[in-house]
């Protein structure tokens, strides 16, 4: 089913679009499911708070860690198949889940999902930047994005429907069911653009002459083997370490959403997280509403003849900026105070969050994939590092600090984009 059409035009990357879009809502299903499940089953099995925190980590640290091996995977494999038996493996161990009793093999399976997770960004972005013209690639890549604070938002109300209905191993088993269900159909339905059926002349010369990387490699050519000087080029240009170490800022304030924020409006701040289940979803909606203005405006001011200076960095830099209001709620203990700092906060993490469209734009042709997966293992860092970090400085019992620390962070993240990135162009690797 086409979405659009305009002029006679195909629009079939919209529907490659939606495919994205709907595997980025699994993806954080079977990630923050867990959550839901963790207090009936550390009952149920008996598991200590200390083992909880365990299980709960070894998805990020296989994660990171692979992210640049998983990176180089997408520079070699084609996204139909390697998009489907990522689906598929992951799924296959979210299902599993439900069966098992062991605290060891728990672990192993949250660890095989981040393992089986990891290169799905770099993939992401990498049909991306070959489905969609520049001027539309910042609001595909938010679009798809969103579908993360869509998951953060809504998934664990829904999540605990299903658990509340099914228990909590059900809830593992249905969310496996599903994932496997949706690896057939990205099998079924995905083509690259060369391949798929019914795109119009029209709109593949639109995707072709606006920059879109359909034909990064000839039809026939074998993958080339993997050489260590291209692990460097994706570590020796000043630009990329520039949305690196951005990437690393704004995933501070994910991170700080993700883990510690419903322990500080309890036990910090005083409010019942149960009783407020509507003013603690409000920063994600206003995260989901962020990100996709921020596609939307980029792909608008480039439209409009605007430089990727400023049409790519003008939403992040203003997001980055957005995001230090966090600070502000050190200095109230009125919950709608808070709850407001905190939404134009995370607003300001959304508006900031179409990194991924520097990493289209800038990469070498040939090394996006890898790229893609340093970028997301720096910004991943974040995951592993700012949690404990808070952990530690909040012992105490005040938060201040670690809000401090987050708005900082992201006032080092504004600065990065500003200097370091410099100017928005490809990178040509210079032929010896």
């Known amino acids: 089913m086409n979405f659009l059409k305009r002029n006679g035009t195909t629009a079939k990357r919209y529907n490659i679009l939606a495919l994205i879009f709907g595997t980025v809502v699994i993806n954080y299903l079977d990630r923050t499911n867990i959550s839901v499940a963790a207090s009936a089953m550390s009952e149920d099995l008996g598991f200590s708070s200390v083992q909880m925190g365990f299980i709960f980590s070894a998805f990020a640290w296989t994660y990171v860690a692979l992210q640049i091996p998983g ?4 520079d070699k494999i084609k996204p139909r198949i390697l998009y489907s038996v990522m689906l598929f493996l992951w799924s296959i161990a979210t299902l599993i889940q439900g069966f098992v009793n062991s605290f060891t093999a728990l672990i192993g399976l949250r660890a095989s999902i981040g393992v089986f997770e990891a290169p799905s960004y770099p993939c992401n972005n990498a ?3 070959k489905w969609f013209p520049e001027n539309e690639r910042a609001s595909a890549i938010a679009i798809y994005t969103s579908g993360q604070f869509i998951g953060l938002a809504f998934l664990f109300p829904l999540l605990t429907l299903i658990q509340d209905a099914m228990g909590w191993r059900g809830l593992f088993i249905l969310s496996g069911v599903i994932g496997i269900a949706w690896a057939a159909i990205w099998y079924w339905v995905y083509r690259d ?17 606006g920059g879109g990387l359909i034909e990064t490699k000839a039809e026939n050519e074998k993958p080339k083997a993997f050489n260590w000087s291209d692990l460097g080029h994706a570590l020796s240009y000043r630009k990329l370490w520039g949305v690196y170490i951005g990437q690393f800022c704004l995933g501070a304030v994910t991170v700080f959403f993700l883990t510690w924020f419903p322990t500080y409006l309890e036990k910090y701040k005083g409010i019942d997280f149960l009783k407020s289940g509507f003013l603690a979803s409000v920063p994600f909606l206003a995260a989901f509403a962020g990100v996709l203005l921020s596609g939307f405006v980029s792909d608008y001011l480039v439209k409009k003849g605007y430089s990727n200076e400023v049409s790519r960095k003008v939403p992040v830099l203003t997001g980055m900026l957005l995001a230090v209001v966090i600070i502000g709620a050190n200095f109230t203990d009125n919950t709608t105070l808070i709850i407001t700092f905190l939404a134009v906060a995370f607003f300001g993490n959304g508006l900031a969050s179409i990194g991924w469209v520097f990493v289209s734009l800038m990469a ?4 996006i994939g890898l790229v893609g997966g340093v ?6 860092l974040s995951g592993v590092i700012i949690p404990i970090v808070i952990g530690i400085i909040v012992k105490d019992g005040d938060f201040s600090p670690a809000l401090y620390l987050i708005g900082g962070l992201t006032f080092l993240g504004f600065f990065s984009y500003l200097f370091i990135v410099g100017k928005v162009e490809r990178i040509e690797i210079k032929k010896k």
Do not use: A, R
């Open 71 to 74: 990176g180089m995977i997408v």
């Open 127 to 129: 049909i991306v930047t």
């Open 193 to 209: 653009p060369t391949k798929y059926k019914g795109i119009s002349k029209k709109e593949y010369n639109l995707i072709k002459d």
């Open 364 to 367: 070498p042709k040939n090394l």
């Open 375 to 380: 970028f997301n293992l720096i910004g991943g």
